[in-house]
């Protein structure tokens, strides 16, 4: 079995927590299992994904007490950096500008990037749509003019104007 | 009655049969999305939740006729036992049948699209098909989205993505699933060296139900890991390629076990299918492991006259929610193992005898 945190090292820390007949299981390799924090093996102590990943989010027991110190809170749905430690599930949209330095790190780890290549909805994605389509068609344009198809180029060039005053 | 009970009971998506459906058992893809400005559903309040369902159901409204008709339905109205088999049958979640607060799932009439309502995230929309049909399901789960956002304003960061209430959702907030039978690799011992070497392509390997479930009956669900980073088709190529290499291994692994030892998995099949025709107690994941051979069998032409949709059934039917549904009482678990035992047989004598 795989560490369930990395996917790379295979798990050599095994978690078995049993409260009210519900089983939660954590599978991790070493080195997660030691970055994580969470293992003083204290019987009160709940490890959980959630856990995990405020543990993934610093790190650092001592960041949690400074950032609370700071008061770190969202000033659409309230959560403090404490209740998203608690929790490891954010409140709303608007937490992710909030936490956003702090969340960087965790995302790399969770994820491996921290940029979203995926879909943009048509009315919420605002201007990335456009901004989007303005670097394809740059990428295409380069490719035009590297082939010298330059009435082609011209007429991208073009687009590229239109879309940017969009923009504007 | 039971034939009336097996034909309602198990998901009607699955009744069809898809691309390697021998192997691929179902295909599905679920989107996590979130309305701009409202708290996300552990923070929310009954208005809020409210204004999700109803806007949700508003834009469905338009899509009836070509997308299919969406039944609304509230948590709240139905007992345990029927979230329950719901959740069995793979059509909510465990965690939308413990909410209560203004939860509810819209589901399609033939079952292959439910769009979960407030549950970790305000709109999960999930769609399913039978066979290895990733691109379809994707197809029409992009399509909802689309149509749901036209009268939604999605909570979405130009950096960030789709932003969800759990980071490990955030970017596309899609979640690319495929359900394997893998008998043949499991019994040439070949399973646990490629499943590791799944891990480390970014693709996450469960048993029959999803997180901290363990592998019963050769079933495995693969799923993509991360949710940043990669467009959705990238995601999506990403696991059909690995399942379909899964899926030639798996067969190349059947056809080495026929060749070199026919009489012997013949009999395995074979002594499996006896104990689940005979059986008079039996737990579930016995079934499931019998279930498995037995299918095995069938799949290799080795049992003949038996039904093949059998452990596509059965992995339902045979739930601790399914079964007390059947005998419309609540069961302890052994009165299950001994209903379980019974439906089995009668299941087997309706497929092998064609009574009804």
């Not at chain 2, 809020?48 to 299919?68: F, P, Q, W, Y």
């Not at chain 2, 970017?171 to 490629?194: C, D, E, F, W, Y």
């Amino acid at each position: 079995m795989m560490c369930q945190n990395c996917s790379k090292r295979p798990a050599t820390v095994h978690w078995t927590k049993i409260i009210n007949n519900e089983k939660t299981e954590v599978h991790l390799c070493e080195v997660c299992a030691k970055e994580s924090n969470q293992f003083d093996f204290d019987i009160d102590s709940s490890f959980s994904l959630q856990n995990f990943l405020t543990g993934l989010m610093g790190g650092d027991p001592e960041d949690l007490r400074i950032s609370d110190q700071k008061k770190v809170q969202c000033d659409t749905c309230g959560l403090t950096h404490q209740q998203f430690a608690k929790m490891g599930r954010f409140g709303c949209g608007k937490c992710y500008e909030v936490f956003g330095e702090q969340l960087k790190p965790m995302l790399k780890r969770i994820h491996g990037s921290t940029s979203h290549s995926g879909k943009v909805p048509k009315r919420a994605g605002g201007t990335l749509r456009i901004k989007r389509r303005i670097s394809e068609l740059k990428e295409s344009l380069q490719r035009c003019i590297y082939r010298e198809e330059f009435e082609k180029a011209a007429e991208i060039r073009d687009e590229i104007k239109k879309l940017e005053e969009e923009l504007e | 009655m039971l034939n009336e009970y097996l034909k309602n009971a198990s998901a009607k998506w699955m009744k069809g049969e898809g691309p390697y459906h021998n192997i691929v058992l179902s295909s599905r893809i679920r989107f996590a999305r979130n309305l701009k400005n409202i708290p996300f559903p552990s923070l929310a309040g009954d208005e809020d939740t409210e204004k999700v369902v109803n806007t949700t159901k508003d834009s469905l409204k338009r899509a009836e006729t070509g997308l299919g008709k969406h039944q609304l339905t509230w948590m709240k109205d139905l007992d345990n036992l029927e979230k329950q088999v719901m959740v069995e049958k793979h059509l909510i979640s465990p965690l939308l049948a413990k909410e209560d607060r203004n939860s509810a799932v819209m589901l399609r009439e033939d079952e292959a699209v439910s769009i979960m309502l407030n549950e970790e995230d305000h709109i999960r929309i999930q769609c399913l098909f039978p066979g290895l049909q990733l691109e379809k399901a994707y197809e029409l789960a992009d399509q909802l989205d689309d149509l749901i956002e036209e009268s939604a304003d999605y909570a979405f960061d130009e950096e960030l993505g789709f932003l969800t209430a759990c980071p490990t959702n955030v970017g596309t907030g899609m979640r690319a699933s495929v359900m394997l039978h893998l008998p043949g690799l499991a019994l040439s011992k070949q399973i646990n060296r490629i499943l590791s070497a799944i891990g480390q392509v970014g693709l996450a390997v469960r048993g029959l139900y999803g997180e901290e479930s363990e592998v019963v009956g050769n079933i495995f669900q693969i799923s993509n890991q991360i949710t940043l980073g990669q467009s959705e088709k990238d995601m999506i190529k990403n696991l059909l390629g690995v399942t379909k290499q899964l899926v030639e291994q798996e067969e190349q692994a059947r056809q080495n076990l026929l060749n070199e030892s026919k009489i012997r998995l013949a009999d395995k099949s074979g002594r499996a299918f006896g104990k689940l025709s005979n059986a008079r107690i039996i737990s579930s994941k016995e079934a499931l492991e019998l279930l498995s051979q037995v299918r095995l069998g069938v799949d290799l032409g080795l049992l003949e006259n038996v039904d093949p949709t059998i452990l596509d059934d059965l992995m339902v039917l045979i739930r601790p929610a399914n079964l007390q549904k059947y005998a419309r009482k609540d069961l302890n678990p052994q009165d299950r193992d001994i209903k379980r035992a019974e439906i089995i047989r009668k299941r087997i004598d309706l497929s092998t005898n064609k009574e009804g």
